[in-house]
């Protein structure tokens, strides 16, 4: 999810990795990109939740942001930690979106989060869902930087897993967000895939992150490339710690944008499983 509007262009872009330079108080100075070492992963998740239980999700594994006010979008949803929106049962996770009156606003839903829980510096994210349907949804599966070292949004960066919208179903993207690439000065970075079962069966959703690249997969289908410049952080600040993030928003600029149809909740993103594979050195 956005911290602020989006205009989303459908982009698959691979950005050159030829030298670049730059003229500093010392000169110019030759920047040279990281080079593609092809790393693997390993096949055994370091984290993962499974949701082979019962009730709350494992509070030793997810928190959550909570509340309402818009989140940046004019979202519509109050974000709650129960199990009324969500839950864990029959081995999946279910975050469900409510018609009802909560903090001030009409709808309520959760947004769940492994900060300070499972934070990860590159590795590869692979997320099991299926989507919700109606127009006026807009779930998302994401990662925000832990320490915003470079900055606020859009400094510190923002991965963008797949987010999809219900007024435009089965479009899933893939996006990243940095203060070199993103909407707000024309340069957003995107890329996707219609999944035309998106919202009645389970996919996999990916992103294999390493020094090169964050690199979008869909059931296994690259369908997005983001090269290392090695020109710094507004290019690239993928190279800190991020954590992950799990929602359902109601509404909002994107989501928002042909209304919401009242008639459609609960709605639900269902998700089989998340896990984390550690890069290999």
Same mark, same amino acid.
């Given at each position: 999810m956005k911290m602020v509007t989006y205009i989303f262009s459908f982009v698959v872009m691979l950005l050159s990795s030829c030298s670049k330079s730059t003229t500093g108080s010392g000169g110019t100075v030759t920047v040279q990109p990281p080079q593609d070492k092809n790393w693997a992963f390993e096949t055994t998740p370091i984290w993962s939740d499974e949701f082979d239980y019962t009730g709350s999700p494992n509070p030793a594994k997810?928190? %959550?942001?909570?509340?309402?006010?818009?989140?940046?979008?004019?979202e519509l949803e109050y974000y709650t930690n129960t199990t009324n929106?969500?839950? &864990?049962?029959?081995?999946?996770?279910?975050?469900?979106?409510?018609?009802?009156? $909560?903090?001030?606003?009409? %709808? !309520?839903?959760?947004?769940?989060?492994?900060?300070?829980?499972?934070?990860?510096?590159?590795?590869?994210?692979? &997320?099991?869902?299926?989507?919700? !349907?109606?127009?006026?949804t807009w779930p998302a599966i994401w990662m925000l930087p832990t320490d915003w070292t470079y900055g606020s949004?859009?400094? !510190?960066?923002? &991965?963008?897993?797949?987010?999809?919208?219900?007024?435009?179903?089965?479009? &899933?993207? +893939? !996006?990243?967000?940095?203060?070199? %690439?993103?909407?707000? $000065?024309?340069?957003?970075?995107?890329?996707?895939?219609?999944?035309?079962?998106?919202?009645?069966? +389970?996919?996999? %959703?990916?992103v294999d992150w390493t020094p090169y690249a964050v690199r979008g997969y869909y059931d296994d289908q690259l369908v997005f490339t983001f090269v290392n410049e090695g020109t710094g952080y507004k290019a690239?600040?993928?190279?800190?710690? +991020?954590?992950i993030l799990l929602n359902l928003a109601i509404g909002g600029d994107w989501g928002g944008a042909q209304g919401v149809d009242d008639s459609i909740f609960p709605a639900a993103l269902e998700v089989d499983y998340v896990r984390v594979y550690k890069m290999i050195e």
């Open positions: 997810w928190g %959550y942001d909570l509340g309402g006010g818009g989140w940046g979008n004019h929106n969500a839950k &864990v049962e029959n081995g999946k996770l279910t975050i469900t979106a409510r018609k009802e009156s $909560i903090g001030g606003m009409n %709808y !309520s839903s959760a947004r769940m989060v492994t900060r300070d829980k499972g934070d990860f510096l590159y590795g590869r994210v692979e &997320v099991r869902a299926k989507l919700p !349907s109606g127009k006026g949004w859009p400094k !510190s960066g923002e &991965v963008d897993i797949m987010e999809e919208v219900g007024y435009d179903p089965n479009n &899933v993207l +893939f !996006s990243i967000h940095t203060e070199a %690439y993103n909407h707000s $000065i024309g340069t957003q970075k995107s890329g996707g895939k219609m999944i035309p079962t998106a919202m009645t069966d +389970f996919h996999n %959703y990916r690239w600040p993928f190279d800190k710690r +991020f954590h």
